[in-house]
């Protein structure tokens, strides 16, 4: 475990790609069930839990299915198992490095959430957009600023089709 940590660590600080993860079914595993529980956790739109947990857990199987769709379309459908244990085990990685941000932003007894909480919400963000970006550069072999145009545009999908599965209760809702 602790070699697939190092990995983590080297692969979200940019220092190996996606070829470099170990090519392991339980490593896969293991980094979207931690996918999963990380994006349940941060998760503060939805307030029943079962919901939060089929949208944290959807999250995961259609980034899953996205990148097996681009990595087929491409012909390097072998690449699927480490390009999806990287990125799974990057964005769990990610949830958890920004939690602290996450909780201080949506912190309820302030009226408006802090700036600095907003700026790291944001650096985090980019971050793992700019990772996914080089990953699909890299296993897509493709240019990197197409490959940016398409994680955009990968996660503005998954985005709308999440929404519409599990749309945000309004604010009367919560209350």
Not at 15 to 28: I, N, S
Not at 47 to 60: C, E, G, P, S
Not at 77 to 90: D, H, I, M, Y
Request: aromatic fraction near 10%.
């Amino acid at each position: 475990m602790t070699r697939y940590i190092r990995f983590l660590v080297r692969f979200v600080l940019f220092r190996a790609g996606p070829a470099d993860a170990p090519a392991e079914p339980r490593f896969l595993w293991a980094a979207a069930s931690a996918a999963v529980l990380t994006n349940f956790l941060l998760d503060k739109g939805h307030v029943d839990l079962h919901t939060r947990f089929l949208f944290a857990l959807m999250q995961v199987v259609l980034l899953g299915l996205l990148l097996h769709m681009l990595l087929t379309f491409r012909g390097h459908a072998a690449r699927w198992g480490q390009t999806a244990t990287s990125l799974f085990g990057a964005s769990a990685l990610i949830n958890v490095l920004s939690a602290p941000w996450f909780v201080v932003r949506t912190a309820p007894n302030t009226t408006h959430p802090p700036t600095v909480a907003v700026i790291m919400v944001v650096v985090v963000t980019v971050w793992f957009i700019a990772l996914m970006a080089r990953t699909l550069h890299l296993s897509l072999e493709i240019r990197p600023a197409f490959a940016f145009l398409v994680t955009v545009l990968c996660l503005m999908m998954s985005g709308v089709i999440l929404l519409s599965l599990f749309p945000l209760p309004t604010p009367t809702e919560t209350s």
